[in-house]
């Protein structure tokens, strides 16, 4: 949730992670808050 609000704050649009290359602790809590602060948050697949 951290990054995704660090993101918000830089403006940017969204964030992309790599699948198998990032741990996220509490998927649901980032999905609520890239939704809410009206980023797209995506996990891309190599």
Do not use: C, N, Y
């Not at 990032?22 to 809590?29: G, H, I, R, S």
């Amino acid at each position: 949730v951290d990054t995704i609000a660090a993101a918000h704050k830089a403006r940017l649009e969204g964030v992309v992670v790599e699948e198998d290359g990032v741990m996220v602790l509490d998927l649901a809590a980032v999905e609520r808050a890239a939704d809410e602060m009206g980023l797209f948050f995506w996990v891309r697949r190599p």
